[in-house]
């Protein structure tokens, strides 16, 4: 058993290099992505493509019946079972394709744009492209394959990325957006499917027998995903429906810069913690152990990115942006602090899918569905600030409480020990962020970019130095670990 322990712990450190160079890169790419459209596309193209990805995404919360997760959870899978599984992401990939082309003309009409209809098509393939991939993607996440992951999502948002940028070189406007993804989504289906056929393929095989126990896990998986994702995108529901596509974009995209962090960093932990947590999910006391060592590994990282994106918003986002976009500073200021909790937040739902309590997720996405849309519509009467202060305080007053009691009853973990392995970051992050906040009254630069670099090393360096004082032996302990 110990080296069995061993071997997962060394294939999970290998995991993270390899994830956490993808999910870098991505966010990169994404990133040059972003500056370059938005100096070529129009805010209500970034508000059409909005609407369409809140429909699509919900979309996409049926589209493999929750059945990815059910997977890597259970630990006795047979050949026969991944082929009928197989087969019914297909079929259900076929339905949802119908039922997005089916309510295009809806969507169109009630948002009062002609022109979502046809966005609404085009994307819908992407439903259709999908599944001849995910499961392979599945098995080899729960393999813990993590390089072969990385390379195929590397190649993949690259060449949606480059799809995009010629697209709207050729005046396409916001269908560039679309062609990216449709680009990016049949690249990697198509390498998931040529790796994964090497070591399983699926045979002509569909029986009711081989999905009992996958179904009813995957059925909450998918209750959970819909209402879950459903609840967090109210806020874009609301602000297309009351502002209009072009307060969307400017929401839209400070919305995605906020998240971006939270992109490039969690998946290197959670993509791992899953397959891994779902090894020992039995034993409460190593998860607990584990967990805790997560969330310090991503408050030391992320807590003092979001304090440096509150303070240097405005000069950030105009330096990647361009002009035009000062309507996207202030509201990305008050999601960056939505960005913290998001980011804390994040690994309770391997733990609870480790633990097979994807219920548990479910009745609480139900209480977001209802939250978060009496939040988001008292909020919209002050506007875009409004709607992300009031997410800002729903998530802070409800959800993050909230998960002291789930830690606490599936793993036993105390609210204080749980609050001790973030908060010595976060209180240095606030003292290097007022540090660099002190420097920038009385530095003004003639150029904005050098002015940026030179705040970036004085914050970073301020909270480098203090990490080395406070906290050496965990830092002793993560280089220990990534040299294995």
Request: aromatic share 14%; net charge positive; hydrophobic share 55%.
């Amino acid at each position: 058993m110990g080296e069995r322990r061993e071997s997962y712990a060394a294939k999970a450190a290998t995991g993270s290099k390899w994830t956490g160079a993808s999910s870098i890169y991505m966010v990169v790419v994404q990133l040059l992505l972003l500056a370059i459209l938005a100096r070529i596309l129009e805010p209500s193209d970034f508000g059409l493509m909005a609407i369409v990805m809140v429909i699509v995404g919900f979309a996409q919360a049926f589209s493999d019946v929750g059945i990815s997760n059910a997977i890597i959870h259970r630990q006795d899978t047979t050949a026969e079972q991944l082929s009928s599984l197989y087969w019914l992401n297909i079929i259900v990939g076929c339905i949802v394709f119908y039922l997005v082309l089916s309510t295009s003309s809806l969507v169109a009409s009630f948002y009062s744009e002609t022109r979502l209809e046809k966005l609404m098509f085009w994307t819908a393939f992407v439903f259709l492209i999908t599944p001849f991939g995910q499961q392979f993607q599945v098995l080899l996440q729960k393999e813990l394959r993590f390089k072969t992951l990385a390379t195929i999502e590397i190649i993949a948002v690259t060449f949606g990325a480059i799809v995009s940028i010629i697209a709207a070189v050729n005046s396409l406007g916001v269908f560039s957006l679309v062609l990216g993804q449709l680009a990016s989504s049949t690249v990697k289906s198509f390498l998931f499917a040529r790796v994964g056929w090497y070591s399983w393929r699926p045979v002509l095989r569909f029986r009711k027998d081989d999905l009992k126990g996958y179904i009813g896990f995957g059925l909450f998986q998918m209750g959970e995903r819909s209402i879950g994702y459903l609840g967090k995108q109210l806020d874009k529901i609301v602000i297309g429906i009351m502002l209009g596509p072009q307060a969307l974009g400017y929401y839209s995209i400070a919305h995605q810069l906020m998240l971006r962090p939270f992109q490039a960093f969690n998946p290197i932990i959670t993509r791992i913690i899953f397959p891994v947590f779902s090894k020992f999910q039995s034993d409460n006391q190593r998860l607990r152990r584990n967990y805790l060592e997560v969330i310090r590994v991503i408050a030391l990282v992320l807590m003092p990115v979001y304090i440096g994106l509150i303070v240097l918003a405005e000069l950030l986002l105009t330096l990647l942006l361009g002009q035009g976009w000062d309507a996207s500073i202030s509201v990305f200021r008050i999601l960056a602090i939505l960005g913290m909790f998001y980011s804390l937040g994040d690994p309770i739902g391997s733990l609870l899918l480790a633990k097979g309590r994807a219920d548990i997720s479910f009745y609480m996405n139900v209480m977001v569905i209802f939250l978060y849309g009496a939040s988001v519509w008292l909020g919209s009467s002050m506007g875009l600030n409004g709607i992300a202060w009031a997410l800002v305080i729903v998530t802070t007053v409800v959800f993050f409480p909230m998960g002291f009691w789930i830690r606490w009853r599936l793993i036993g973990m105390r609210p204080l020990e749980y609050l001790k392995s973030f908060l010595p970051f976060l209180v240095l992050s606030c003292i290097a962020g007022v540090v660099v906040l002190f420097v920038s009254t009385f530095t003004k630069l003639s150029a904005p970019a050098v002015e940026l670099m030179v705040l970036l090393v004085i914050g970073a360096g301020t909270y480098l130095v203090m990490l080395v004082f406070f906290q050496r032996k965990l830092l002793r302990r993560l280089f220990a670990q990534a040299r294995l």
